[in-house]
C-alpha cells in the first residue's frame, strides 16, 4: 500500500495529507465486487465506503474513535445515512464518480444545511479544477484533485467568480438581499406594481 | 427592458476570463476534449457536422436593437454573414471557429449579452411570451419572474451537472403562448380569488424520445416562492434523476415513474427547509425587477381602421391580417417579421437583414425586438398609423411574407445539413413544402396550421406538437421522414399521433397535400386544422394518404445539397 503523502486543497492552500481513499474495485468481467462485509481495511489513516463503515463498524470501531477512520459517500447513497453518526468521524468525503454526475454537489448541500456537518467535507474522485467554484460554494472545504492534474493549477479554479447571484451554503444570503441594485437613472420607474 | 447593473457586468467579465482560460488550455491540451465538452456546452458552444455552433442566450426572447446589431456584427466577423433564430428564442451561429469564440463573448458582452447555460446538463434559458407586456390577455407580465430566474439559475452551484438539460418556461397570459406543457418547469402566472398574484406550477413536460405533456404539482404557489419551491423540485431532480441512461434522464421520466403524488410529496417535504427562507423573494427585489419592464412612452392614440384607409391592397391587408396582432394599448400593434420567405432555411436571417430589423426597431418599436419560439421576430410596439410605411419596407428586405401561422410559416431545425445528431435533412423537406404551397390564396384557405419538422427524434424542431410533424427518421442508412398529425402547443398541448409508415423526400409534399385534402373535404365552418384533427382521429387522414402510391415527383428536392 502507498503510504506518501498525498497533496490536497484544503482551504484555498495546497498542503500535504495523510488520508487514503477506500474503493471497492468495480466489478470487471464477472469477478465479484469486494464485499463491504469482508474486506479488511489496511493500517493507516482510511476514507471508507460508507457502506464499508456501515457493516463494520463494530470492527472498526476503536479505530474510528482513534481518528483513523473517515467514510465516503457514493453519489448514490443518501446523506441522511449519518445523521446520527457524524460526530464519529474526523472528515467526511463525498465521491465524484464523474465529473459530469452532479448529485455529489446536493450530498454536500444536504450535510452542511440539513445534516449540520460543520467538520470537513472533501471532494474526491473525478475532482477538476472547473468544478471546484461550485463546489466551494455547496459547502467543500478539501479537494482532492485527480491525480494526473497540478494540484496547484486548480486551485485558481477557486477564484473564477468573485460575486454570485443565488444563496448556497458559503454564502448564505442572496445578491439580491445583499447589496442594493439601484436602477440605472434612465429606466423609468414609475410605473405598475405586483 | 432588464439592464445589466455592475453585478451583472462583473459576472459575465469573470465568466469570459474563466471560458477563455478553459480554451486555451484546450488548446493547449491541459484539457482533454472528454474533459472541454461539458464545459463549452455550458457556454452554448456545439461541435456540429461541420463546425462549431454557437448558441448565444436571448433570455426570454427579448432583445435591443444594439443587440441585434451585434448579431449582425458577428455574423459578417465571425460567421458566414447569417444567423439562426431557435425554438428556444435564442440565436445559433454555424460556422464559428473555437479560437474566435471567446472574442465573441467579449463582443456580446459589450451589449450586455452572453452564452451562459445556453446548452448542457443545467438550467437553461427561460423562455416567454413574445408579446409579454402588450398583449391583450395578459394577466401580468412575466418577464420580470423570467429575469429573476436567470439570476437564480446563471451558475447556480448545485445545479451545473444534473442528469440532462432544464428547460423553464413562463407564461402570463390567458392563451399559453409559451408552450409551458411541453417543458421540465412549466409555469403559468395566476391570481387567486384575493387578487394575488402566484404561479400554477407544472413539472415534467418534454419533448425528445418520450413527449409527455407536463403534470400540475401546484394549483398555486405564491410569487415570493418562487425561487425555493423551483429549488426544491431541482434538488429532487438532481438526486433522483436516472443517470445510468441518457434517454431516460430527464425528469418528466423521474416524474413519471414516481408518479404525480409522490413527486409532488417529495418536493413538498424538500421544500420545508426552504420554505421563507433567503431565497424568498421581497417585494423591494420584486418591484426592483418589474421596473426594468416599464411600458415604454406610448402616445394617447387611438385605434384606427388600417386596412380601410388603405383600401383595395390586397397585399397589405393580407399580411395586417397575418403578420399584425393585437395590442392592449389602443393605436398600437405588434408586428411579425416572418423569416420564412419560401426558399430560406426557417428562421434564418442574414447579416444586412439583422441590422435592418434593429433599424426598425429603433425606428417603430421603442428599440426592442423579440425572438418568438416559432422561429420569427416580434416588432411589439408600432403606431399603427405607421404600419403601412413598415410594411413596405420590411417587403423590400424580404421580411414580409404575409404566412404567420400558415402552411408556410413552419419550424424546422437545421437537420442533416448541419447536425450531427440528424438522422436525416429537414431543411430542404421545409424548402420542397413550401415551394409547393406557395401560393398565398390557398394557404390562406387552409388556416392556421402548425407544420413542424425535425432532423431526429430529439425533436428540436417541435414536431410533435405539430398540427402537422415531421420526423426525420433513418431506415437501413437512407433518410425517411415520420408523419404525425393532431398535436399542438398552448393551452390544449397535445402530441400528435403518428399515421403510418414513413416517406422518402420526395414524397413529402404529396404526403402534405393529401392531409390537406382531407381536412378542406371534412372540416366545418372555421375549424381549424388542429381541431379537425382532434376531433377525426388519425382514420381518415391515414386512409386517403395511403390509398393509392406516391410517386416520387421531380427527381431532386428544391434546396436539396445547398445548406453544406
Ligand atoms: C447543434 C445542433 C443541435 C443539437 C446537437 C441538439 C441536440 C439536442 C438533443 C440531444 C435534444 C434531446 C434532448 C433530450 O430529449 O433529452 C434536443 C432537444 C431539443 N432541442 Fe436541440 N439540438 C440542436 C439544435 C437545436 C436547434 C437549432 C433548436 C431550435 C431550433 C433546438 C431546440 C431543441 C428543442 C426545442 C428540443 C426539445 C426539448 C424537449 O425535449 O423538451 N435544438 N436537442
Ligand atoms: S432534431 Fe435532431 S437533427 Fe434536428 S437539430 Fe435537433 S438534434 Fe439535430
New interface residues.
Partial sequence: MNMSKNLIIKGREVVEDDWQVLRLAEPVDGAPVHDPATVSVPAGKFIVPLSLWLVQREVLSARTAAGEIAVWIASDERPETLKDLLDQFPLIAVDFPK?????G???A?NLR??LGWTGELRAVGDV?R??L???Q??GFDAYSVRSDRDVH?ALKGLS?????????VDQ??????R?A????AE???????? | MY?Y?Q?DH??VR??I??YRD?VRRRLAD?LTEA?FV??RLQNGLYMQRHAYMLRIAVPYGLLASKQMRMFAHIARKYDRGYGHFTTRQNIQFNWVELEQTPDILTDLASVEMHAIQTSG?CIRNTTSDPYAGVAADEIIDPRPYAEVLR?????????????RKFKVAINGAVEDRAAIAIHDIGLTVVRNEAGE?GFKFMAGGGMGRTPIIGSVIRDFLP?QHL?TYTEAVM?VY??HGR?DNKYKARIKILLKALGVEEFTRQVEAEWV?LKD???TL??E????V???F??P?YKQLDDSDVVAAQAGNKAFANWVNRNVKPHKQPGYAAVVLSLKKTGVPPGDATAEQMDFMADLADRYSFGELRVTHEQNVVLADVEQSQLFALWQEAKAHGLATPNIGLLTDMICCPGGDFCSLANAKSLPIAAAISERFDNLDFQHDIGEIELNISGCINACGHHHVGSIGVLGVDKDGSEWYQVSIGGAQGNNAAIGKIIGPSFSALQMPEVIDRLLKVYLRERFEDESFADCAQRLGVAPFKEFVYATPIAEKGGRLVGEDEYV
Fill in positions: 465529473f459530469t454526475d452532479g448529485r454537489y446536493s450530498i448541500y444545511t440539513r477538476l472547473d468544478q467554484f461550485s463546489m460554494r455547496v493549477d473564477d467568480f468573485s460575486e454570485t447571484y443565488q444563496a448556497s448564505k444570503v442572496p445578491l439580491f438581499r447589496h441594485r439601484p436602477l440605472p429606466v423609468n420607474n414609475d410605473g405598475a406594481g405586483i | 439592464q447593473d453585478y462583473l459576472i469573470e465568466r476570463a474563466q478553459q491541459e474533459e461539458p464545459l446538463n439570476q437564480w439559475s446563471t451558475f447556480h452551484p448545485e445545479f451545473i451537472a444534473l442528469p398574484i410569487w425561487l434538488r438532481n438526486q443517470r427547509d427562507g433567503p431565497e421581497t417585494i427585489e420584486m418591484q426592483r418589474i421596473d426594468y416599464q411600458p412612452a
